[in-house]
């Protein structure tokens, strides 16, 4: 069920994000048409054209963060809630499949992003850096070996995790904001802020707690080659990781019950 939830979400943002991805990719062909002229002429052109390329790179992530609040609170808290709360679904697989392609989506912004700077800058000159910058990394992998690949993974695992727990953080905020009755939208931006200045206390007590601690293990370790130890840049992300996933898997099952339990479509 899982599955058909996804085609559907995909479904009702493609028609959203895919327009903006084929902008970006035709500005970013155009641009640099544009800036290999060296007619003057051009000038004005050049402005308009690198001027609507910048809005489009803002309003695809803009857009996301729209999507993500609008998706949510229509398709599960509005109109079409009870429609969506008919199905044989759990709230859970609702929260999933939003979440999932929220992820996705905003992956490829980035991406497509990337691509599009990729095209405007590509000459001999950056592909020489790029190729010496693939080496330099090459060599730090090859240096500090399998720790390389293990702090990889944690940098991907810690990056995932973050914008998930960002997204149902969110979606914590606006169920909460749902119980307000008129006031939705201000009740949900309070509860947002809130969470926020709840997790800015809690990190500042366990920082404050541990921090001998920390200051010791981190300089119990020494420099050898020129190179920084890898084993506390991989401890250090393991806690970050684990101390996201806490706060993320919290808003997470808050979010659930509070569909599951206290919903209301009113």
Request: aromatic fraction near 14%; hydrophobic fraction near 55%; charge should be neutral.
């Amino acid at each position: 069920m899982l599955g058909k939830l996804l085609k559907y979400e995909f479904k009702a943002t493609a028609r959203t994000f895919l327009p903006i991805y084929g902008l970006i990719l035709v500005l970013a062909i155009i641009n640099k048409l544009f800036w290999n002229q060296s007619i003057d002429n051009f000038e004005i052109p050049r402005m308009i054209s690198m001027s609507v390329y910048i809005m489009l790179i803002v309003a695809a992530f803009v857009v996301t963060l729209i999507v993500t609040i609008q998706r949510f609170n229509k398709n599960l808290l509005g109109d079409e809630g009870y429609l969506s709360f008919t199905l044989p679904v759990k709230a859970h697989y609702h929260i999933d499949s939003k979440m999932i392609v929220t992820l996705i989506w905003s992956a490829l912004s980035i991406v497509v992003s990337a691509v599009s700077v990729f095209i405007m800058v590509v000459n001999p000159e950056v592909l020489t850096q790029f190729s010496r910058m693939c080496a330099g990394i090459g060599e730090a992998y090859r240096q500090y070996g399998l720790s390389a690949h293990l702090i990889a993974i944690e940098v991907i695992i810690l990056t995932i995790l973050s914008f998930l727990s960002s997204i149902v953080e969110i979606y914590a905020a606006i169920v909460v904001g749902n119980l307000a009755g008129r006031h939705k939208l201000l009740a949900g931006v309070g509860a947002y802020l809130g969470f926020g200045i709840f997790e800015q206390i809690i990190t500042s007590l366990l920082f404050n707690g541990f921090n001998r601690q920390i200051e010791e293990y981190f300089q119990s370790f020494h420099y050898s080659n020129n190179l920084f130890p890898a084993e506390p840049a991989e401890v250090a992300l393991l806690v970050i990781i684990l101390y996201t996933a806490a706060f993320g898997f919290a808003f997470y099952f808050f979010t659930n019950w509070m569909l599951t339990r206290k919903l209301n479509l009113e």
